[in-house]
């Protein structure tokens, strides 16, 4: 996604996030004006994979808070949408109980939003 990127100073990653939403963006302007450290996509973590150890199924939560050693997933999908995502993040804390993740969604954003005077998530 073609966005205009602030100077972050609270960013940990070593390139440039390329955030593949407005949402994610908004998200990011949020945590650096409060001095969060965060980094975009770290990790990726596999669901499932064949026999043959290729991976079938994998969740890459868009931020990780280092200082809470938390990932933030967000959607703004309709709510009717999340399911797979849902599924996905069920599955995640089961086969790695000792990975925290957060999951907001469209509703939350909009709430952050309307608090921040950010854009709306499109």
């Known amino acids: 996604m073609g966005l205009d990127l602030p100077d972050f100073q609270a960013y940990r990653g070593s390139e440039p996030p390329r955030f593949a939403s407005q949402a994610e963006l908004e ?10 450290p965060w980094e ?7 669901l499932e994979q064949d026999a043959e150890g ?3 199924e994998a969740f890459t939560p868009d931020f990780y808070l280092p200082d809470q050693d938390l990932y933030v997933e967000l959607t703004v999908m309709k709510q009717s949408l999340v ?7 069920r599955k995640l804390r089961q086969l790695y109980p000792e990975v925290k993740v957060k999951l907001f969604y469209e509703r939350d954003f909009e709430r952050i939003a309307a608090r921040y005077g950010l854009r709306k998530a499109s």
């Open 54 to 56: 290729r991976v079938l």
């Open 83 to 89: 399911t797979r995502k849902n599924r996905k993040l």
């Open 40 to 46: 975009y996509e770290p990790r990726t973590f596999v």
């Open 27 to 36: 998200c990011a302007k949020v945590l650096d004006y409060y001095c969060v």
